[in-house]
Each structure stands twice: as structure tokens, then as C-alpha cells.
């Protein structure tokens, strides 16, 4: 009766908004209240409002009062003054948006540690490493990544960039580095270079590693001419760039899939 008694004074939109901004808090700053109510309205997706009202929030509380601040400070390990460095896309902080412990955040400083795959958000008063397994996800440089939780057991862990999907295929490709010692008379320093990984994909539930189109024609069975006709007429783009070659042949997979409704 509470629950009702409360919607219809403030009105269920009004509500959801100051919900998901008290979720922001602190656990210890959170009644059992809020936590239950909560349920209610934050399956929902936000409108454009919604956004602006996050990021009209955290600007004046400070991201160090919300659940964002939750993780150790970020000390650099290893001395690096080339270009070879271990960050995704640049050194330099990024803004971008990221999803943590079940809350967005937007307009973030943030930049992602390829090769000790952590995350890091500059709050203007420090930088600070998040939690992983509270990542749920991040927005870099117009690069989505999704956090891999599929099983304690599988190979498929951690953060991946998503580079297509929909209601049947997702697409991910791991990024990771390699790292190499260079030394002269008086200092130790590193460089990272790109390590080539191969792609995954997620089908009907079950994660499957592609790296041939061999790989792709054992689970789309149905599909082989089809599929080595992609792979004949795009060769050139599978060259020179092979994220999009996989973005091309995952979306004329899809079509043909719902065209002919072939079951494999």
C-alpha cells in the first residue's frame, strides 16, 4: 500500500528518476525501501531527459559520493615513453560512458589498460581502478564493450568489443597486448604491441571461436555456398581490415537466415 500511496503523489515517472539517482549512492546511504522500490522502475530504459539528469547529478554531488568510486587507486607499473602503449586507442583519457554496478554513467574520463585489462576513471581528484567484476560495460571512443561473464569454467571471460549484434549473432573480438622489455645504460622501459586474437561469436547461448571460414561454415551449416561466396567477393576487404570483414559477414549471415528460415 506504500508503494502505491508514494506513486500516486509523486507520480511514477518523477519517482523512477529520484530511485535511480538515490542508487547512486553508497550501499550504507541506501534504505531497504529504496532497494525494493528500485525493482519496480530501473528495468526500464532511460530517455534523453533521464541522461541529462545523471549527468546534471553526478556533476554536482561529485562522482566520488556515488557507487562509482568504488576501487583501488591506479598506479602505473611500467615505464613506457614510445608510442607502443598498453591503452585502447590512446594514453589520454577518453569520454565515454560506462555501466557499473547496475548504474550508467556518462561524460566519464575514462581509459581502458589493454594489457592488465583494467579500466580506469580520472575523477579530477585522482585516478582509480575499477572493480572488474562490477563492470558491466563501457563506451570508448565510439567502441562498445561488453564484461564476458559466462562461467568460471569457459574461455570466454572478461572485456570484449562489441562489433555487431542482434536478436540472433553477437560479435567480439578481445583485444590484448604483448609486452617487451627494452633497456639502455641507465633505464628499464616497456612497449605493448597488439596481440592478434581471434573473434567469438555467440549463438544460440554458446560462445564459439572463429578464426577460418571454416570455423564459421561448421556452425552455419546450411549456409557453406553461401559462405564461401562472402568470403570470395570480400576478400579484399578481409585484408585490409578485418573487423569489418566480420561486421559484413555476420549481417548477411543474419539476413539469409531469416530469409530462408533455415534451422541449423
Not at 550504507?28 to 528500485?38: H, M
Not at 544460440?204 to 571454416?214: A, K, L, M
Amino acid at each position: 500500500m506504500l508503494i502505491v500511496l508514494v506513486l500516486e503523489i509523486l507520480g511514477a515517472g518523477i519517482l523512477k528518476t529520484l530511485l535511480q539517482l538515490l542508487m547512486r549512492f553508497p550501499k550504507n546511504l541506501k534504505s531497504g525501501f529504496t532497494s525494493i522500490l528500485v525493482c519496480l522502475f530501473l528495468s526500464q530504459s532511460l530517455t534523453a531527459q533521464e541522461v541529462k539528469t545523471y549527468s546534471w547529478f553526478d556533476e554536482a554531488v561529485g562522482v566520488t559520493n556515488t557507487s562509482l568510486y568504488n576501487g583501488v587507486q591506479y598506479v602505473e607499473q611500467h615505464r613506457n615513453i614510445n608510442e607502443n602503449h598498453k591503452f585502447f586507442l590512446s594514453r589520454d583519457f577518453i569520454l565515454g560512458t560506462l555501466y557499473y554496478d547496475g548504474q550508467p554513467y556518462f561524460s566519464q574520463l575514462l581509459k581502458y589498460n589493454v594489457f592488465d585489462e583494467v579500466l580506469i576513471v580520472n575523477s579530477k581528484e585522482s585516478l582509480f581502478q575499477l572493480i572488474n567484476n562490477k563492470v558491466d560495460g563501457f563506451e570508448l571512443g565510439g567502441h562498445k564493450f561488453i564484461n564476458v561473464r559466462s562461467g568460471s569454467h569457459s574461455r570466454v571471460q572478461g572485456f570484449y568489443e562489441v562489433l555487431f549484434e542482434n536478436e540472433q549473432i553477437l560479435v567480439l573480438k578481445e583485444h590484448s597486448r604483448y609486452m617487451n622489455e627494452l633497456k639502455d645504460r641507465k633505464f628499464v622501459h616497456y612497449e605493448f604491441k597488439p596481440q592478434n586474437k581471434d573473434y567469438e561469436i555467440k549463438y544460440n547461448n554458446e560462445y564459439y571461436e572463429i578464426s577460418s571460414r571454416r570455423d564459421v561454415m561448421k556452425i552455419f551449416s546450411g549456409l557453406k555456398k553461401e559462405i564461401r561466396d562472402i568470403y570470395s567477393s570480400e576478400r579484399a576487404l578481409r585484408r585490409s581490415n578485418p573487423d569489418e570483414f566480420m561486421i559484413s559477414l555476420f549481417k548477411e549471415i543474419s539476413q539469409l537466415i531469416q530469409k530462408q528460415n533455415i534451422e541449423i
